[in-house]
């Protein structure tokens, strides 16, 4: 049995639904349902890692994005879907991670790799490696806020980085 996770109530391949209100709801969920496997809205993956449950999960997400890949795969996903994607991809997917394989939809890897080919990469001997990580995410409009809930630190402490790379860099150019 499938059990999904999120905020919205769209319904796909009639998979129960449970919505997301507290940590205390999702246990209590997942003790009555007892599924095989979750699916979990990208945006939830902190609360996946904070009941600690040892049911393998898929993660997706409304957008491609390179981090929020990352983050959901640091946490312990072994799929990665677009919302979009979810009717026509859950089953290949289910099947592949209950199998004990990982899933990335083929689509998204192409994606992934163009945007890494587009966005350049570029690394600057003078950053440190999260100094280019966050310079990188700038690049990609995320702001100093996202950032720093995506990289798990404070805002305080993106500003700094940001504002050290930005004096880095000009003596760069």
């Known amino acids: 049995m499938i059990l999904r996770i999120g905020n919205s109530a769209h319904i796909f391949k009639d998979f129960p639904f449970i919505p997301v209100n507290d940590k205390a709801n999702v246990l209590a969920a997942i003790k009555k349902q007892k599924p095989k ?3 979990i809205e990208d945006v ?4 996946i890692k904070a009941i600690g449950s040892k049911i393998p999960f898929i993660t997706y997400s409304d ?3 390179i981090y929020i890949i990352k983050t959901s795969i640091v946490s312990g996903s072994k799929g990665f879907l ?3 994607e979810l009717d026509d991809k859950i089953d290949a ?4 991670v209950l199998s004990g394989d990982i899933y990335l939809d083929p689509e998204i890897g192409r994606e992934v790799i163009g945007l890494i080919f587009k966005q350049g990469r570029i690394t600057y001997a003078s950053l ?3 100094e280019n990580e966050m310079y990188s995410m700038s690049q990609q409009d995320f702001s100093a806020k ?10 305080k402490s ?16």
Not at 44 to 47: G, K, R, V, Y
């Open 82 to 84: 677009l919302e979009s």
């Open 146 to 155: 996202e950032i720093s809930e995506i990289l798990s630190i404070t805002l």
């Open 44 to 47: 939830h993956l902190n609360l």
């Open 63 to 65: 957008t491609v994005n």
């Open 158 to 173: 993106v500003r700094n980085a940001l504002s050290t790379v930005n004096r880095k860099l000009s003596k760069v150019i």
């Open 93 to 96: 997917a289910a099947s592949a």
């Open 128 to 130: 440190t490696k999260r």
């Open 37 to 39: 496997l979750l699916v």
